[in-house]
């Protein structure tokens, strides 16, 4: 009986290695597949107001950013003039 298992065992270990290789790809395609058909699609007038809301986002920080550098620009050359 026990014979029998590691016989088992040994047919499963000695299949190739490329035979196996091919066999976890194919699982993996096929598992995508299966997530892919879970995905709940945004619908397009979902897709442009996240689309506004991210280009609001992106030019209020960039008005910030450029408002904070303009400031500490001004300020480092003020700092500059009074030490010279």
Excluded at 24 to 37: L, P
Excluded at 45 to 71: E, R, Y
């Amino acid at each position: 009986m026990a014979d029998k298992a590691k016989d088992v065992k040994k047919d499963v270990k000695q299949e190739n290695f490329f035979k196996r290789f091919v066999k976890k790809i194919g699982k993996g395609f096929r598992d995508m597949r299966g997530e892919v058909k879970k995905v709940v699609w945004p619908t397009k007038s979902q897709v442009i107001n996240n689309t506004i809301v991210v280009v609001v986002a992106m030019i209020v920080i960039g008005a910030f950013i450029w408002g904070l550098d303009a400031i500490l620009g001004l300020a480092v050359t003020l700092l500059a003039n009074a030490g010279a």
